[in-house]
């Protein structure tokens, strides 16, 4: 395929057309709701913590990016973006709580190493024991031990199966054709709905606010902690 200016045309006039029947045969008010609910997280978040604020507008403006290319036809390349989401979040998180290495990592412009299988591992990133630093009735939050991060390791998992190309997630393996598809459209919602319910988890533990309904709406959808 040899692509020219008229090409470029061609995919926005299909992009249009699929972002259309996209909206046409979809609610979006679940994915829209927990969009708004990751906004507010942020919001609260950033008012108290000026520091990890650049993060929280990194993540609000991939959230937006994914599900663009969502709904134009490239699902495939809005899972690769939740990936990045989920690694923003985690990284807002734990340097919230490490202000000093945050500040390095801003001088010193260090590598993205902290991914989040590594957190988890190496760092106990919201296992029960780091959860318990601060908040200690952690054995009655949790569904079971360990919930949190487990389900962190296992989302973040199937999307670098997604990232790195595993047979199985992709999308082109009949012939080169973009249009809608109505099931790898729901795929991405999915885990879209998961990776902003696993905010709200985090949001409500690290911060004990058990006070906003629609983040507690959300946050049930992982169904990780009682609440």
């Not at 990751?38 to 959230?63: P, Q």
């Not at 734990?94 to 202000?99: A, T």
């Amino acid at each position: 395929m040899s692509f020219t200016k008229q090409t470029i045309e061609q995919f926005k006039i299909a992009a249009n057309s699929i972002s259309s029947q996209t909206m046409e045969d979809n609610d979006l008010t679940e994915l829209l709701n927990s969009l708004n609910c990751v906004i507010e997280i942020s919001d609260e978040i950033t008012t108290s913590n000026a520091s990890v604020e650049f993060y929280w507008n990194e993540i609000i403006s991939g959230m937006l990016a994914v599900i663009y290319s969502a709904i134009t036809g490239y699902p495939k390349l809005g899972l690769s973006g939740l990936r990045s989401v989920l690694e923003l979040v985690c990284h807002a998180m734990y340097y919230l709580d490490h202000p000093i290495e945050l500040q390095l990592s801003i001088n010193e412009n260090l590598k993205a190493d902290k991914y989040v299988s590594t957190l988890v591992t190496e760092h106990k990133f919201f296992t029960t024991n780091y959860i318990k630093t601060f908040h200690p009735n952690i054995v009655t939050i949790q569904k079971k031990e360990d919930s949190v991060s487990e389900y962190l390791k296992e989302e973040y998992r199937k999307l670098c199966d997604v990232v790195h190309g595993r047979h199985s997630t992709l999308t082109k393996q009949g012939a080169l054709k973009i249009e809608y598809s109505k099931a790898e459209y729901k795929l991405f919602e999915s885990h879209f709905i998961k990776i902003a319910s696993i905010i709200a988890n985090l949001y409500i533990l690290r911060f004990s606010d058990f006070e906003k309904q629609s983040i507690i709406v959300l946050s049930k959808k992982t169904n990780l902690i009682n609440i």
